[in-house]
């Protein structure tokens, strides 16, 4: 059934239930804002984050793509194996700079939030518990080193921000004991660590990524009751030491199509349907849509061409992902919440253009899907590494995905509601007014036409925050007509257009953010 014979069949659903509905075919649509039901309530930091462990230690990470007039694009040079930390793909880092003035600012705009200090760095990392200078090598059986000192800067940005942390922990060899098992000796440090500073980790899985065996740093051999071991060891480990911390898990990765990225993965289900049952606070997993172009040696055709950046094929992609994994969650954790705590616009550090306006399409439809199918948070790869960031790590910049993001958080609520069936090409989701208080409401609508304009028929007196750019894979973007920018150090206002109750013409490839603080929906009172 295509698009006009959807909204022609609403038309037929009595006034009481009808959340949207054509008013003059698929370029008009009305919405009742003040009749559209709740169909879910998500995490209030819903909106969330990654900080890679490997930023935090100074470690060799994705290397960002060279800007105009540089040398060529990174490109991996070991063909269809693992991955390779000396090839140039990767760039040697210093330790992220937490206390930099203008990150703090930009940060604190999107609190509050989780915050996942992770990777694959974290897999093998050997906490150094002493006011000592940095070893010069990690000790036998661990790859990188986390000092009190990085860890502390952690903390404190976390506290400043309205930040949350969740983390993973060592597990590669150097944190087993003689039987092979997973030992808490690393853990153990860095909890009471924290403790001792006045900081808290909110939440942890034991591994990043465990489907991926030997390529997260695991054991050779690895395998599903390995699993189920060291995590019924975990969870003995964490109700004695930290009872209040949930455990996350399994946080596995890129299994949707049935088979997994490497051939010696583990499979999920199998982790998760293993004695002892595993047994987690919150589901957790990863999801990309694609490989950048520095993966594609290694993975040919696993791209994302920037022209099908608006297609709805490429948007629907995370719908897939919930699907495979929201299916073991029904079946092993039903009662608890899900948490999409890795996402990005593509693996490898993302394409060029995921520093572009172009992305910040699937940015924002991706939150607005999984919110309505009851996701409990998601979690951006990253704040400010690598082209996926959304703050450019070398100028400390917000990209446009930034901007999209301060304008979620500022919005839209915890509550959800079913703004209706999408028509193909423009996409509108409805939470509850963030800090409203007279049923506001708020909209994300996204029109991915990049010829036709289309119009939304609202009933209710609008502040509207529309996001375009000249160029969709330019770096700069404009809210209501003006380029966005930082004012020093500090965000800018924002400020809306206001306007009376009626109908609100969207702009072709545009995002618009609608917020009507007297919607009065009863829902969001």
Known sequence: MNARMILSTCMLITAGTLATAAAAGPDRQRVEVAALPKIAEVDPRFQSYNIEMA??????????????????????????????????????????????????????????????????????????DDDLPKLAAPPKGFANVLTRRQWAGVVAFANAVDGRLTTSFAVSDGARDSSGAWSPVEARKLLRYTREIGGQVHSAELINEPNLGAVSGLPAGYNAANFARDLAIFRGFITREAPSLKIVGPGSSGEEDGKGPFPDNIASEAMLGTQPAAKLDIFSYHFYGARSQRCQKMSPGTGIAPENALSEDWLSRTDRALAFYKRLHDRYAPEIPIWLNETAQTSCGGDKWASSFLDSFRYVDQMGRLAKQGVSAVFHNTLAASDYGLIDEATMTPRPNYWAALLWARLMGPVVLDAGPQQTGLHVYAHCLRGGRGGGVALAAINLSQTATTTLSLPSRVHRYTLSADDLKAETVRLNGSALALDGDRLPAMRPTASRAGEVTLPSASITFLAMPSAGNKSCR
């Open 55 to 128: 930023e935090i230690v100074g470690g060799r990470f994705w290397a960002p793509y060279p800007k105009p007039g540089a040398s060529a694009v990174p490109e991996n040079t070991q063909g269809s194996g693992g991955l390779n930390l000396a090839s140039n793909l990767f760039r040697q880092r210093p330790p992220a700079d937490l206390t930099n003035p203008r990150l703090l600012n930009m940060a604190k705009g999107l609190g509050p939030v989780y915050i996942r200090v992770s990777g694959s760095w974290a897999n093998a990392i050997f906490f150094q």
